[in-house]
């Protein structure tokens, strides 16, 4: 059974940082992308950044371009995104996602897996 575990959500101030961590387990991720989206209350969600599971195809939303990083351990089929210069408004709740091929078309349709979802809160 393919999983993917969330982990490292919480409270922070705004202009703080957090880092969130994925592992999946089930299945062999080599061929796959890895990455996030976040659904914040009342609003649809959307993505955020994700990474090839090999090589080193990144992809970016606009909104948080700069200031959040997405990295992976290939080996240990885990990737983090480390958020830098927290705002209120990136208050919401993080998923895990993963779909075969490029990271280039995060769109909902590619998506084979989902994580549960870690609440990030962002305090003015």
């Known amino acids: 059974q393919v999983q993917l575990v969330e982990s490292g959500g919480g409270l922070v101030q705004a202009g703080g940082s957090l880092r969130l961590s994925c592992a999946a387990s089930g299945r062999t991720f080599s061929s796959y992308a890895m990455g996030w989206f976040r659904q914040a209350p009342g609003k649809e969600r959307e993505f955020i950044a994700a990474i090839t599971m090999s090589g080193w195809s990144v992809n970016y939303a606009d909104a948080v371009k700069g200031r959040f990083t997405i990295s992976r351990i290939s080996a240990k089929n885990t990737v983090f995104l480390q958020m830098d210069s927290l705002k209120p408004e990136d208050t919401a709740v993080y998923y895990c996602?993963?779909?075969?091929?490029?990271?280039?078309?995060?769109?909902?349709?590619?998506?084979?897996?989902w994580g549960k979802g870690t609440l990030v809160t962002v305090s003015s």
């Open positions: 996602a993963a779909r075969p091929g490029s990271p280039q078309e995060m769109t909902f349709s590619v998506i084979d897996y």
